[in-house]
């Protein structure tokens, strides 16, 4: 899991070629991935992390929809109408 993580921060977030060296400030930045790569994985378009990133800085109507829309989990109920339907 931890090699998982890394990967993906690495690759899709090019973290190992990140050259701030202030303590505070890379701490900060970390916490700013983790954040993204979060929001990013629990988005439903059908693309690879690196390619929802991308997506992200040509298209500003995806990049509110990563950050202001509530993310979808697993389990969560959908309401359609009188139907409710569980994720999952």
């Known amino acids: 899991m931890e090699n998982d993580l890394h990967w993906s921060l690495d ?4 973290e190992d070629d990140c050259r701030v060296r202030e303590t505070q400030a890379r701490e900060n930045l970390a916490v700013l991935r983790h954040i993204a790569l979060s929001r990013l994985k629990n988005d439903s378009t059908k693309l690879g992390i690196q390619n929802k990133r991308l997506k992200a800085g040509w298209d500003e109507r995806y990049l509110e929809k990563l950050l202001f829309e509530r993310p979808r989990t697993a389990g969560q ?12």
């Open 11 to 14: 690759v899709a977030m090019r």
């Open 77 to 88: 109920n959908i309401h359609l109408g009188t139907l409710n339907i569980s994720r999952g």
